[in-house]
């Protein structure tokens, strides 16, 4: 059994050893990147820790009171912590208020469990307060927190906790499951290579196929912004920032859909990167060969990298509370402009 994950079995096989063998840690740090199915194993992991009715040691059934209230967010023993709506940051009255809850003898079974989503996006003040709980766990306790990366974090909350680092699927066994699903082969084989081998959106992808769509349309928008002068891209920008504030009352769901736009396009300008060096990996964007190869072929490797530069710190930038519009007006001035025929896809 893999606990219906995708992969990952080494992590799986580590976890539930430390079920059978009654050696569960109080803490532990699940990192990688987004999709890569952090969160599924944190939630499989507290079902097999906190399951009625395992069909045997290191398992959950699915299907008891337990596993079912977990799976629904409603256990009285396990709170899930994220940051809120219209919030960048895990903020420190979330942890106190988790410290009080957790300071309190188990409702149901024999420990009091939280699950922290995103910590890299806590504050200090907030890390600083859950470190005292880290520092001094009571007995009863186990806390799983989820992050980019170890980096992200402070060293001395990495240091108190076990690490379980995912890393990116091969495309070979993502293709695999979703075959399995009913995907074609020429379809998973796609949507595999374009989730870089993270369950998490190539799942996303095919049950979704409006996410396809909108990625198509955003990425013949930056094509055709490769053809136009600097009062056209800025037209662009003024029209693109008009539609965020009308889709997003948020200022923060803008940023991340803007963030979101931006790392899908620096994926295609990477791609055109390693074709123009000549590197021999996969690009994540195979179903866009044809136009990659075309901007390789005709923009000078100087202005790649600098485009590669610009979008990357342009979403630093973006990351970091910068003006959204002027953000996105500076990145038009470094996109390279193109005179010679452009491919549509």
């Not at 080494?10 to 699940?30: C, D």
């Not at 995907?183 to 396809?212: C, H, I, T, W």
């Not at 791609?271 to 075309?294: F, K």
């Not at 530069?309 to 402009?337: C, G, K, S, V, Y």
């Amino acid at each position: 059994m893999n606990w219906d994950m995708i992969g990952h079995e080494w992590a799986v096989n580590l976890l539930r050893s430390h079920i059978t063998g009654n050696q569960v840690k109080h803490a532990y740090l699940f990192t990688g990147p987004p999709g890569v199915g952090k969160r599924t194993l944190a939630l499989r992991f507290l079902q097999a820790v906190a399951c009625i009715d395992p069909p045997r040691d290191g398992e959950f059934c699915g299907n008891c009171r337990a596993c079912k209230a977990i799976s629904m967010n409603i256990h009285p023993d396990v709170h899930v912590v994220t940051a809120e709506e219209n919030e960048r940051s895990i903020r420190v009255d979330q942890i106190r208020a988790l410290r009080a809850k957790l300071s309190l003898s188990p409702y149901e079974g024999e420990r009091r469990m939280a699950l922290i989503i995103g910590f890299h996006q806590a504050t200090d003040q907030a890390a600083n307060a859950l470190l005292k709980t880290l520092e001094e766990p009571p007995s009863q306790v186990v806390l799983i927190l989820t992050a980019l990366s170890t980096e992200s974090l402070l060293p001395t909350i990495v240091s108190r906790c076990e690490v379980i680092s995912l890393r990116s699927l091969p495309v070979t066994k993502l293709v695999d499951h979703l075959l399995s699903q009913g995907e074609d082969e020429g379809r998973a084989q796609m949507l595999a290579v374009l989730a870089g081998g993270r369950p998490g959106y190539a799942l996303d992808f095919s049950k979704n196929p409006e996410r396809l769509e909108r990625r198509t349309r955003f990425l013949d928008e930056m094509q055709e912004l490769i053809g136009v002068g600097r009062l056209e891209r800025f037209a662009y920008v003024e029209a693109w920032s008009e539609r965020l504030k009308r889709k997003f009352p948020s200022p923060e769901d803008q940023r991340k859909e803007c963030i979101d736009v931006l790392e899908l396009w620096l994926g295609d300008w990477r791609d055109v990167m390693l074709t123009a060096y000549d590197v021999h990996q996969s690009i994540s964007n195979p179903d866009r060969r044809s136009e990659i190869r075309n901007l390789s072929d005709h923009i000078p490797e100087d202005q790649i990298v600098r485009a590669v530069n610009a979008f990357q710190e342009t979403i630093t930038a973006i990351d970091n509370n910068a003006n959204l519009r002027l953000a996105l007006e500076t990145l038009m001035l470094d996109f390279p402009r193109a005179d010679f025929p452009l491919i549509q896809s």
